[in-house]
């Protein structure tokens, strides 16, 4: 499990010969970013394997995937999510000084779907991110909450209210396992709802507008080579 918070940043490209290429939105719900029209006219029909994103003085990779006719920068996504704590919905703006494989990134958010004019960060807050494990799964563990999740937790506070996408609202009840204030019954609901399987995640997060928990997940995306083998 996570506890990051997101910032955004405006720093722009180190390299001052460097132009914007193209925006693209990084929504919380996927660990994904579809590339751009502009790069398919580049390197059909011999796409690169992998990509480079340098961004906060790290460098990472990030492998394309096909999916039908369209390809996205995906594998490894993840990792760059965590590893800069970018927990919700974001615009990506990346930098090149050519139309090659490398690039700068700058992040702009978070965004997020509302209609009232305050900012996300006054709004809704990360609170964790959980892993969905084969372990787990297999032996029905309930999911311990981290002690990030227990500044949400209010008094005595035996559930929970929890939104789950639009207008879907649950009580979650809070029980004790060994000692660690945790979720059973509703957590196992929740995954098999929503078909979750090892390797996918869900997020948490507090509403103060509503003073209630939000929960998000993220599903890992079957690609077109995952068919074929």
């Not at 390299?15 to 006219?41: D, G, M, Q, T």
């Not at 995906?74 to 139309?99: C, E, P, Y």
């Not at 227990?150 to 396992?177: A, C, D, E, P």
Request: charged share 20%; aromatic share 16%; proline share 5%.
């Amino acid at each position: 499990m996570t506890s990051h918070s997101s910032s955004a940043t405006s720093k722009g490209p180190s390299n001052w010969l460097a132009a914007i290429r193209f925006l693209a939105a990084f929504c919380v719900s996927k660990n994904i970013i579809e590339v751009p029209l502009s790069y398919h006219r580049q390197w059909r029909p011999y796409y690169p394997t992998y990509v480079l994103f340098q961004y906060n003085g790290t460098t990472h990779f990030a492998r394309l995937r096909k999916y039908g006719s369209r390809y996205f920068f995906a594998n490894r996504l993840k990792q760059f999510r965590r590893t800069h704590g970018i927990d919700d919905s974001v615009i990506m703006r990346f930098f090149a000084a050519d139309k090659n494989t490398s690039f700068e990134v700058d992040v702009i958010g978070p965004i997020h779907r509302q209609g009232r004019p305050r900012s996300v960060q006054a709004t809704r807050r990360h609170i964790f991110t959980a892993d969905v494990i084969e372990h787990m799964m297999q032996h029905s563990f309930p999911l311990l909450l981290p002690p990030a999740a227990l500044n949400f937790l209010f008094g005595s506070q035996k559930v929970i209210l929890v939104q789950r996408g639009y207008g879907k609202r649950n009580q979650w009840q809070i029980t004790m396992h060994d000692g660690v204030p945790s979720i059973a019954q509703p957590w196992f609901q929740y995954l098999y709802e929503n078909n979750l399987m090892a390797g996918e995640e869900v997020i948490f997060f507090f509403r103060f507008d509503e003073h209630v928990w939000e929960v998000l997940f993220r599903k890992e995306v079957i690609w077109d080579e995952d068919l074929s083998n």
